[in-house]
């Protein structure tokens, strides 16, 4: 199993909880042995906790949504050319008023999936400007 460097410490003292639960429900009428025991189920609890751990990675130094929803900077304004009349009306909405994606949708009359997308693109074009 390749665990990160930062999660180790978790898993080492979750292998000592799953250790403790072994020596209590160990059964020797089951024809195994202790370690065979204790390693399927530490096995099993890591896998389960592996699928738990977040899919996407964080920038350490991450001020993203700070520095695009305050910053009024050329490259912002760079950036907002580049947009279409829906993505510069959703970002006036979302980004400078605040407003409520589903307050959004009422208000233009469209879907909220379609609100979603458009902050998505929004963002993807302020990652290329920055």
Excluded: W
């Amino acid at each position: 199993m390749h665990i990160d460097q930062k999660e180790q410490d978790d898993f080492f003292q979750e292998g000592i909880l799953i250790l403790y639960r072994a020596v209590q429900t160990f059964d020797e009428s089951k024809n195994k042995t202790f370690t065979r025991y204790f390693e399927l189920i530490l096995k099993r609890h890591f896998y389960h906790l592996i699928s738990k751990l977040p899919k996407y990675l964080l920038y350490e130094d991450s001020n993203f949504m700070e520095c695009f929803a305050y910053h009024e900077s050329d490259d912002s304004q760079d950036f907002v050319k580049n947009c279409s009349d829906f993505e510069k009306q959703i970002y006036q909405a979302y980004f400078i008023e605040k407003q409520a994606v589903k307050r959004i949708s009422i208000n233009m009359a469209c879907d909220p999936k379609k609100i979603y997308n458009a902050i998505f693109r929004i963002k993807e074009k302020y990652k290329n400007v920055i």
